[in-house]
């Protein structure tokens, strides 16, 4: 084997594979890129053996190779030169041999051939949507997904295909996304789960244009240009998130997202360390927050305005999560909809995107008197 | 007590003093600001009771107060709060009371005559030096503190006033950095040595203009505009390092600083976990850099052009030592003066600055074969 590069070229592919490297891993291998070189094209792969990634740039070489590369100290190495064109060679005492113009460092490999993969891929179904909105979709939903390993399906994000729309959820049982593509059809019924840290990921690593979904009942696979991300699915029941969603909740709060969420960066400082209980008092025209530390001797009051249809209520809200939650909402103004203080809440943008719905529903927390 | 504060100019004060106050301390009152009004100045003043540090902003007040006030909740309150004037005042339950146009925050207070204070600073001489000059000496010196208890004068920077220069040496055995200022006279000979972190601390602080520099045999104070910070000296033998400072290195290499830094970011990648032992290998116009890790089959080399006068010569170094002292010359061209394989290894700046003299010494390794 023998190509030439170009330094910058070559890190960013590895910048994009790397993050898939697992940090330790009981199988050394997987600590590895597999390199191979074939129609003049040098693609980089790596797994955990949960997600797989591979990415290419062309080059020129009328051999074949692949060959198993740590993948840590490589990425480090071409990272640290400059922007240059550089050759990459194989030796015969089985190391890689990275040549610069006043430099030369060699690096042990391994045999491809003993290099995991994931099973073969087969889909089943197959749509294209635009970068953006699966960007979207898998940021916000991921905001909700559980880090609590007790229910597995809960720690991923459930992408459900309908007839009439594409909608995607997650849920740690405190509070509940749901966000609905109304334009696009789907030619099959079927639910899907995603697991969190393959949306975190692969959210990172799209840029541009559209972006290519096939699924079969165990994997899921996303490509763009020359990337293509694999993932295992979590192959269990997701929960009927339905039922949870209340429809009678009449009491409309309306207020500024950028001031509320300023006010609650201020007032969490004041909550429980506990309890992170933040206590919202609704009138007609305003909306007072207020918190208590009792262990510190330390509390806060502040006051925003807001347009309130209902019952004057009080309501406590976990501030933690009432903050994370009003971060998905994309409008300048928020709209809570209440039930009453045990109920869950519903939190909506003022106005919907075109072909869009989200909802965000929160639980509420019981009321220190 | 009640005052009017602008948050931005509030916070200004508190960013500085809360760099004080310890991560967590047996005694909980000093993780509080002792926040005191006299003569229209609210000081705020903070120590961990081995440094302290106060400061001032004016403000209106006929009253006299002091309180101690937990140091981050107040700090954070302040931080989340946007430009504006804000009222401050104690309420008679005890508690500190911030009042915005919209909120009101409050924190429990302790009664001011509990804080601790260093003992009373009896000066026994000082001088006034530029910020900037103080700032190199420090920042130069502290490259080069020992991180090791064992010895606990290494622990600190050596501050030493003869009559004609003012001197600061670091080491921890591995290194060492002395750094003259040849145009300062003193009317005394005196050695003190400052702590490691009161150096750290107050290099930070530090802005413009002039500081002047007082101490006695246990303290050293350093005053700027309405900043007064004390240390407590470390009262203990400096070694006698100038009998580590060989004379006749009279192997003499230059070379590039940029280029010989950026060759051992690359090269240290290669160096072996345990020793990060990095070979120079120097002939008259080449200086080859190579390092080998054993275990994982890597190795890497790498060559710059050199002036070198001198015996033909390899020798060792740790790579992370030779990469922080490099730092240290503030010239393009660094001057190495080697005497042999196993003797003290002297740095220099290929031009001294004005009044100035600077030199770095560093121990080499013993050469793997």
């Given at each position: 084997m023998e190509i030439k590069v170009n330094t910058q070229e070559f890190e960013k592919v590895l910048n994009q594979v790397v993050s898939i490297i697992p940090a330790r891993s009981p199988m050394p291998i997987l600590e590895h890129f597999l390199l191979s070189i074939k129609d003049n094209m040098l693609s980089v792969y790596a797994t955990d053996m949960q997600i797989a990634l591979q990415t290419s740039i062309p080059v020129i070489s009328a051999q074949e190779t692949s060959i198993a590369v740590p993948a840590r100290l490589l990425h480090d190495t071409i990272k640290s030169l400059t922007d240059t064109d550089i050759k990459i060679s194989t030796d015969k005492d089985q190391k890689i041999k990275v040549t610069t113009d006043t430099g030369v460092f060699k690096i042990s490999y391994l045999e491809a051939a003993d290099f995991p993969h994931l099973p073969a891929f087969q889909e089943i179904y197959n749509f294209t949507i635009s970068t953006e909105r699966l960007k979207k979709a898998f940021d916000t939903a991921n905001s909700a997904v559980s880090k609590e390993e007790a229910r597995i399906s809960m720690t991923g994000v459930l992408m459900e295909l309908k007839t009439d729309e594409l909608r995607f959820v997650a849920t740690d049982a405190h509070r509940l996304v749901k966000l609905s593509y109304l334009d696009i059809q789907n030619t099959i019924e079927k639910k899907i789960i995603i697991p969190g840290r393959a949306v975190q990921v692969v959210s990172k690593m799209l840029t541009d244009s559209d972006v290519r979904v096939s699924f079969n009942d165990s994997q899921i696979r996303l490509e763009q240009g020359s990337i293509v991300f694999v993932s295992r699915l979590i192959e269990d029941q997701y929960p009927?998130?339905?039922?949870?969603?209340?429809?009678?909740?009449?009491n409309i709060l309306e207020t500024s997202k950028e001031e509320l969420s300023s006010v609650l960066k201020r007032i969490s400082l004041f909550t429980?360390?506990?309890?992170?209980q933040v206590k919202f008092s609704i009138t007609k025209d305003i909306l007072s927050l207020s918190a208590e530390n009792i262990d510190l001797g330390s509390e806060a009051n502040e006051k925003i305005l807001c347009d309130y249809q209902g019952t004057p209520m009080d309501i406590a809200f976990n501030s933690t999560y009432v903050s994370e939650v009003i971060r998905i909402i994309g409008t300048d103004r928020v709209i809570f909809k209440l039930n009453n203080p045990t109920r869950a809440c519903l939190l909506e943008p003022n106005i919907q995107e075109e072909n869009e719905n989200l909802l965000v529903l929160i639980m509420p927390m019981r009321l220190n008197t």
């Open positions: 009927n998130y339905e039922s949870v969603i209340p429809l009678e909740n009449d429980s360390t506990q309890t992170k």
